[in-house]
Nanobody, 125 residues
C-alpha cells in the first residue's frame, strides 16, 4: 500500500505565490506518475499538473506559465510551485500517485491509484 501526504497551501492574495509539497511512502516501487489535481466547491476534480518518472509532464491550460511541477524520484516527492495566483485557483489541491500503465490518458485522474486528503488553497481578490 502507498500513503500520500500533502503539505503547504493556505491563504494568499491575488498575484502571490504558494508552494505545495507531497510525499509518497510505503510500497512506492511501482509508482510511475505523481502530481496534483484540484477541486473547487460544486465543481468536478480537474488536472493541475502531473509528471512521470521520465520527466514527461502534463499541465492544465489554465496554469501553464504560472505553475511548475517538479519531482524527486529518489525521495518519492512532488512539488508544485504556484505563481501569479488568481481567485479562480481557489480549491482543495490533492496529490495523487499512479502506477505504470499503457494508456494514452496517463495523466487522467482515473489513472491514479493513491490519493492524499488534500490541502486548501485560497486566493483572495
Amino acid at each position: 500500500q502507498v500513503q500520500v501526504v500533502e503539505s503547504g497551501g493556505g491563504l494568499v492574495q491575488t498575484g502571490g505565490s504558494l508552494r505545495l509539497s507531497c510525499a509518497a511512502s510505503g510500497s512506492t516501487f511501482s509508482i510511475n506518475v505523481m502530481g496534483w489535481y484540484r477541486q473547487a466547491p460544486g465543481k468536478q476534480r480537474e488536472l493541475v499538473a502531473v509528471m512521470r518518472n521520465s520527466g514527461n509532464s502534463k499541465y492544465a491550460d489554465s496554469v501553464k506559465g504560472r505553475f511548475t511541477i517538479s519531482r524527486d524520484n529518489t525521495k518519492n516527492t512532488v512539488t508544485l510551485q504556484m505563481n501569479s495566483l488568481k481567485p479562480e485557483d481557489t480549491a482543495a489541491y490533492l496529490c495523487a500517485a499512479g502506477e505504470f500503465r499503457f494508456r494514452v490518458d496517463w495523466y487522467s485522474a482515473t489513472a491514479m491509484d493513491y490519493w492524499g486528503k488534500g490541502t486548501l488553497v485560497t486566493v483572495s481578490s
